[in-house]
């Protein structure tokens, strides 16, 4: 994730840093028109909030984002020359070609400055801490405006103030992610720079992983874990396996409530979406239902969690660390721990936001239908926010039908395009780095099954050890198969997401094809 290599002449020197990797847990690959432009809109709010609260005086964070290829990217280098200046932060530092290149260079600074940047370096920590406390309002105020857009009956009145309320409401859950996942970052790059001087080798990257990748106190647990236990459920309830399988792969969680029997399992299923119904896998793309909407992902996997084949956690060993490091490693990994934890619980509060926010599309959608400017509620997501709001308020009326129509094949045709793209986790300027790191050997194939982005399949059965999963990311929502599959292959890596954490906690094999 820190090594890299790049064309020999690209200029480094003053040049943006762009990473995919930085937001992967919030933008997955691959993004429609619609979702980035909502997560860049509420990203530029909580970029400026986080610096703000922090005294930095930030400006508004205009580059913040981009879309290339149809993936998102974060700018790396605003966050590590405003903190190298104000706070004296040691900035992100990448090996390219070898060569390590930091992404911002810190002032030299006399004995007043090193006081004034010092305090400013408390306050970093002084805020995550704060950030912790407050995200239990934090979700609650999400969790409010998500149940808000699931009651409404969305008149054009009720879209139009729901739209105004959609930047607004997600700031502070996606500042907090924001902030734990630059925060863990700066920690597994100042730990695999050190462990690199250290040791000189390759290994240094699954050191730096295994080290500081472990959390007990992670959403993703969590839901594994109930999974485990429905699956337990319906093994002591075999009278309830004919109910769920005949339901249409097509049915909602409140059509699968009302056709299941009383008992343990109906209790688990409703408390497990009343937590979590508003969750999915690569959640972060908007126009994806979420498992309230499509819930037989889950319960595929709990039907792979009946067969018993679950797995108590088995965390994988971390790897063994210079003498002379382990001190400094042991404190890392409780910093690590609680960044971690902050973010996984940052990613739940903003899934809420999430999920409100595609239900205001879609009643959005079905306002445009009305009149012919849409023909499919699925269309909507093939423009940006502010394209909606303009359709919404009438600029973009009946009378530009023709001209909208357009707009959607021509996004569509764009967005196929992207999908054959070549991508690369980090951009310098625009030209492209590809990491160094090893790839890992995948396992035989016949021992694979790949699922696509509503994470069904045609045979639950087939979800059991010694069957590994290939998706092209994990994301949160991936939780559901950590008791019922021996490992992942996966086409990109995220080793700062939290449901890589997870993975590592049960012990998983991840094998990287890129």
Request: glycine share 4%; hydrophobic share 45%; proline share 5%.
């Amino acid at each position: 994730m820190f090594a890299y290599s790049i064309e020999s002449n690209t200029p480094v020197q003053d040049t943006i840093f762009w990473s995919q990797q930085a937001l992967a847990a919030v933008a997955p690959g691959l993004l429609t028109p619609f979702s980035f432009s909502v997560l860049a809109e509420i990203a530029r709010r909580s970029w400026y909030n986080y610096y703000d609260r922090l005294g930095f005086e930030p400006r508004p964070g205009r580059h913040l984002l981009r879309q290339h290829n149809g993936r998102a990217y974060l700018n790396l280098s605003i966050s590590a020359q405003i903190e190298a200046e104000r706070a004296g932060v040691e900035p992100l530092a990448f090996w390219l070609n070898d060569q390590l290149t930091p992404l911002a260079v810190k002032p030299k600074s006399g004995l007043l400055a090193a006081f004034k940047t010092g305090r400013n370096q408390k306050r970093i920590s002084t805020l995550l801490n704060e950030l912790a406390t407050e995200l239990t309002q934090i979700e609650q105020r999400a969790r409010t405006w998500h149940a808000k857009t699931q009651e409404l009956r969305w008149s054009q009145a009720e879209i139009l103030q729901v739209m105004e309320e959609i930047e607004r409401v997600g700031a502070d859950s996606l500042m907090t992610f924001l902030a734990a996942r630059h925060n863990i970052m700066l920690l597994y790059n100042r730990a695999y720079q050190l462990l690199r001087a250290e040791s000189h080798n390759a290994a240094s990257w699954e050191q730096t992983k295994t080290a500081l990748g472990r959390a007990d106190t992670l959403h993703e647990l969590d839901i594994a874990r109930q999974i485990a236990e429905m699956g337990g459920a319906l093994r002591s309830a075999p009278t309830t396996e004919p109910a769920l399988a005949t339901m249409a792969q097509t049915a909602t969680w409140a059509e699968w409530r009302l056709a299941l029997p009383e008992g343990a399992l109906k209790s688990a299923l409703t408390t497990f979406f009343t937590q979590y119904g508003q969750r999915c896998a690569l959640e972060g793309e908007l126009a994806l239902p979420r498992w309230l909407e499509a819930p037989t992902s889950v319960i595929q996997a709990l039907q792979a969690a009946a067969t018993g084949n679950v797995t108590t956690p088995q965390a994988v060993e971390a790897q063994p660390l210079p003498s002379s490091l382990q001190k400094q490693f042991a404190q890392w990994q409780q910093e690590a721990a609680a960044l971690h934890a902050l973010q996984s619980r940052a990613l739940h509060a903003f899934s809420y936001i999430q999920a409100g926010t595609r239900t205001w599309a879609l009643a959005a959608a079905k306002e445009a239908m009305s009149d012919g400017r849409l023909t499919s509620p699925e269309e909507v997501f093939y423009f940006e926010l502010e394209e909606i709001k303009q359709m919404m308020t009438g600029e973009w009326n009946v009378s530009s039908t023709a001209e909208i129509q357009a707009t959607t094949a021509e996004r569509k045709a764009q967005y196929q395009a992207w999908g054959d793209a070549a991508t690369s986790p980090l951009l310098v300027g625009n030209a492209a780095a590809m990491s160094v790191h090893t790839r890992s050997s995948t396992p035989d194939m016949p021992s694979v099954i790949s699922l696509n982005p509503t994470r069904t399949v045609s045979a639950p059965e087939i979800i059991e050890p010694p069957r590994f999963i290939h998706v092209e990311q994990l994301s949160t929502g991936d939780a559901i198969f950590l008791q019922v599959a021996n490992g992942f292959i996966v086409d990109t890596e995220t080793a700062l997401d939290p449901i890589m954490v997870a993975a590592q906690h049960y012990g998983r094999q991840i094998f990287n094809t890129s």
